[in-house]
């Protein structure tokens, strides 16, 4: 090991103590701690015998897998750092990654080899070594792009290892936990979340390569996991699953949830069924597990992102730079051990100031201190001299009968400065009656609160979990 304290320290821990336990099913095939281990070591001598040591950099273009978690590891092992990529970006932004990134060596699952060969033709591999890189770093992971061009945030094999002790202390994982895990593992949320720390905590993930459905439900029905983790596009997609309503949900004693503002309407569809909905607020820069709504306060706080994490602090700060009174709206600060170190060849940006990160994320916390996020500063609304935040609309569309999903951004009008308007996508067969939406808006918002226009579109451009990339929509919209 080059240090003291990582992920691979956590996990092979418990591979010296309970080698015969299962770690993780992926396929048909269970794999045991012990047999982790052997493929972690068979990883590193792999990078070794390639060239690969301290200071350099391998590439994941992959689909979630044993192997990628193996690689991670092995990063771990030889003082590597290790860059999972996003297989669902255009060739051109790979290859804009590979090269910022500064990759020696770039790994293509076989399932992904066309996109590997175009993003080769476009960014020659080795790359010369990126300056910056320090002892411990262990991961460089890239932005979702919600609002511009993807960043490359520096973790640090420490860093990752409180982030574990946060999320197995907010979730209480141990050994009996067996997690259900779907989401894509090039971002931290569906690494970091449960993945690794369930590993850490000796328990078992149970690993689908990618979403579906169907396959999470029958999963939940035969592998019988106590966990998942969701984000809002794969909770709505369950619901809308035709097994959704049969499909025994007894074994889950809680799901989690998280990367934007999760819905009530999706919420309370879990709770009907008896499953709890935690939450996780958090960004690829924060680890990233900050705040935390833990099992025990699902059901008492429906939409409430919890309460800061172990070893989290957090500010909740207005524009004059002060701490906001409960019930008032600020943006996140935080300050805790599994924070970025910063970003690849920035490392001391503006949104860091004294060792506070400062989220864009606007929130209003109660008097117990349970924060319940609002949306994005980016993203907010200054029509006439009034905030409005579009979760506060969307929200209520969230489960209306002809709407799939929708999007509020604001675009500019010479008289309001700008204003709200409403992008909705409608369900198949489906029309969008106007009429009735606006009749909607007056019984539950506030006037200036209103979309000033409402528009049917056919999708919404999205990042790979499904956030909805609002700059590109707000372009299009003032456009239109």
């Known amino acids: 090991m080059t240090v003291a304290d990582g992920p691979w320290a956590r996990v092979g821990a418990q591979a010296a103590r309970r080698g015969d336990a299962p770690a993780l099913v992926c396929g048909p095939r269970t794999w045991t701690y012990a047999d982790l281990a052997r493929e972690v070591a068979a990883a590193a001598d792999a990078l070794r015998a390639q060239g690969l040591g301290a200071g350099a950099s391998l590439g994941w273009l992959g689909l979630n897998s044993a192997a990628m978690l193996a690689a991670l590891f092995a990063c771990e092992a030889i003082g590597a750092r290790f860059v999972p990529l ?3 970006l255009a ?5 804009a990654i590979v090269e910022h990134a500064g990759l020696q060596q770039l790994h293509v699952d076989a399932a992904l080899e066309d996109l590997g060969r175009a993003v080769r033709a476009l960014a020659a591999l080795p790359q010369p070594r990126a300056p910056g890189h320090q002892p411990g770093d262990l991961m460089l992971v890239y932005t979702s792009g919600t609002t511009g061009r993807p960043k490359g945030a520096i973790h640090t094999a420490a860093g990752m290892a409180a982030n574990i002790d946060a999320a197995i202390d907010a979730q209480g994982f141990d050994a009996c936990t067996r997690a259900l895990a779907v989401l894509p593992l090039f971002h931290v949320g569906g690494l970091c979340i449960q993945t690794l720390p369930v590993l850490a905590a000796g328990g078992c993930v149970v690993l689908h390569e990618r979403f ?8 939940v029905a035969h592998e019988r996991p106590t966990t998942s983790l969701l984000v809002p596009a794969v909770m709505r997609a369950l619901l809308e699953h ?5 499909t025994d949900l007894g074994s889950l004693a809680f799901v989690n949830s998280g990367s934007q503002v999760v819905p009530v309407p999706l919420i309370e569809a879990f709770h009907a069924r008896d499953v709890p909905v935690c939450q996780v607020w958090g960004s690829t820069e924060t680890g990233p597990v900050s705040i935390v709504l833990r ?11 919890g309460r800061p994490a172990r070893g989290v602090q957090m500010r909740l700060v207005g524009a004059d730079g002060r701490d906001v009174a409960p019930g008032e709206v600020g943006e996140i600060w935080v300050r805790a051990p599994n924070l970025m170190r910063g970003y690849h060849r920035d490392e001391h940006p503006a949104s860091f100031a004294d060792g ?3 989220s864009g994320d606007l929130a209003r916390a109660d008097a117990q201190g349970f924060v319940t996020v609002v949306g994005r500063s980016k993203d907010m609304i200054i029509s006439g001299g009034e905030n409005v935040y579009p979760a506060e609309i969307e929200n209520l569309l969230a489960h209306h009968p002809d709407i799939a999903e929708c999007a509020v951004v604001g675009v500019p ?27 909607l808006f007056d019984a539950r918002l506030a006037r200036y609160k209103h979309p000033r226009r409402i528009v049917a579109v056919d999708t919404l451009p999205k990042t790979a979990l499904g956030k909805v ?6 372009r299009s919209l003032a456009g239109s």
């Open 469 to 474: 990339q609002k700059a590109a929509l707000a």
């Open 356 to 358: 506070w990160f400062r």
């Open 91 to 95: 060739p051109a932004e790979l290859a």
């Open 242 to 246: 035709p097994a959704w309503p049969t």
């Open 86 to 88: 996003n297989w669902r």
């Open 413 to 439: 009008d010479a008289r309001w400065g700008e204003v709200p308007v409403l992008a909705v996508v409608p369900r198949p067969g489906r029309g969008v009656d106007e009429a009735a939406l606006r009749a």
């Open 295 to 305: 099992p025990h306060e699902a059901l008492a706080h429906v939409g409430s992102a």
């Open 212 to 219: 579906d459905p169907g396959a999470w439900l029958v999963a």
